[in-house]
């Protein structure tokens, strides 16, 4: 018999309630820099076939960040895949090649990205990439309850009694009341926390689908490709087949009419038939390991913050799985909202900070969510070899991972004029404010290394060498408005090994750029001004909100 007792009463700093690769980031991001994490299993918001996922350049810069990055690709999924490319159509494996998606916006995951990022994309089994993620998370002290679920929650306003929130361990019926100073949905409670806030989700689904996932050695089918997907198109089946092993573990993707074709009329005769002309070997006797039905569908919700309440992955946001976009995305939400909880609970911050993350991530997921619905749509000119071109709203991988801009009243506003490119997406990645801070290769303390390993843990000031004002500026600045700072002299204390510093930050010897945690450009200025001190802290007191009115220093209990 389950017990329905509800235990004493415990304190966390946040409660993240879902344990996919968003819930997991956002843990790690916040238990990186001390924030005591409560981490739910809780109930996924949305079915998720087994699946290989994508993890873009910019997320795995993220995942660098955290130390993980190493683990990530030694994952028998990333060794298995680390050779597969492209996306291809045929007839069936053994069959008929029929083209390949050559697209100007598509880069392939074995594009040299040297000048763009210090990372490369990688592909891995979701189920591998949440392991690696947990691992690390309780070597940092996160308060994992996998087997847990958030019943319901109060808010309290903000602070160290922000959120009471009522756990239940699914296992015993065991309930517990935890506090805390906010709540992070990442789609672990099947959309239970939007609908007590009363935030509508605009979502559509673009269809419906079965993934079986099969065992069968068709080395000698695959003749020696290595795809990332094979679309497939035959009289017996119209899907798309995905490698997990190169050898003998497959998903095989049919979509369906679940009105006409439930999923239980998937048996296990009627996947061993679609496998057999999906392989186009007719005596296949593959093993049939799972069966999941799931629908295609993209959405952003209104909002992504309501008080001490913010959502992230799931929670905010779903898009299909063409381009990649989907695991990236929910991890760079949970990077953004993260350094923005640090700085707030530790004091450095005014709690208006937090109203940006909905200004910053919003309107990038969406137009993100789009550009996935506009690939999804572009395959039918790979399966249909249409002569058509591709939709001209399309936009080219590199800019949708790279080069989103922010508009917030933590970043200073674009006063640069009108900046070529596609809406939220610059053309280049030219260190404008709102922008990810562009990939420099630097030797520091003799090691080599790239900007973006600077970043994380404090505001960053980046000069050129003739900095001296600067230095005595970060120096007040910090002191007056206890933020941490960091101050580095490209030139001086670090080497520019391709000396492009200047080119691509727009500055001289003697400007400055401010770059916030998270690896966004706050602000840039060309030359030093006269009253250097004055300056700096205006900018940063924008930033961080503290020029609204004096900030509430509730900082975390050590």
Known sequence: MRSTGRSALRNTDVVVAGSGPAGLATALFLAEQGVDCYLLGGQRERVRP??????????????????????????????????????????????????????????????????????????????????????RAERLGVRLRPDAELVSFEREGWGDEGILAVVRDRATGEEHRVRACCLVDAGGTGGVVRERLGVAFDGRTLGHFVTVRFTADLTGELRGRRFVMAYVDNPGVRGSLMPLDNRADW?????????????????????????????????????????????????????????????????AHVMPPSGGFDAGTGIIDAHNLAWKLVAVLDGWAHPDLLDTYDEERRPVCAATAEQAVLRARDRARLLAAYPDPADPELVPDPLVWLSSRYRSSAVTPWDEGTLPGYGLWAAENDGRPGSRAPHLRLRHGGAEISVHDLFGRSMVLLTGPDNLPWREAVRSVAAELGAPFQVYGVGTDLEDLDDRWPELYGVTAQGAVLVRPDGVVAWRCTEAPIFTRTVLRGITKRVLRLDRRPAEKEKRTP
């Open 50 to 135: 087994p699946r290989i996922l994508g993890v873009h350049p910019r997320a795995m810069e993220l995942l660098r960040s955290l130390g993980v990055e190493a683990a990530v690709r030694d994952l028998p999924s990333t060794r298995a895949l680390a050779g597969n490319s492209g996306i291809i159509s045929m007839e069936s494996l053994a069959g008929l090649e029929l083209g390949s998606l050559d697209a100007k916006y598509v880069v392939d995951v074995d594009t040299d990205l040297g000048s763009l990022s210090p990372t490369t994309w990688c592909l891995c089994e979701e189920a591998e990439l949440e392991q690696a993620l947990r691992e």
């Open 251 to 315: 998903l095989l993707h049919v979509r369906h009419d679940p009105e006409r074709e439930p999923a239980e009329s998937f048996t296990e005769e009627r996947c061993t038939e679609l496998v057999r002309a999906a392989t186009g070997v007719a005596g296949l006797t593959p093993r049939i390991e799972s069966v999941s039905s799931w629908a295609g569908e993209a959405g952003v919700a209104e909002r992504f913050a309501d008080g001490p309440v913010f959502l992230v992955g799931d929670a």
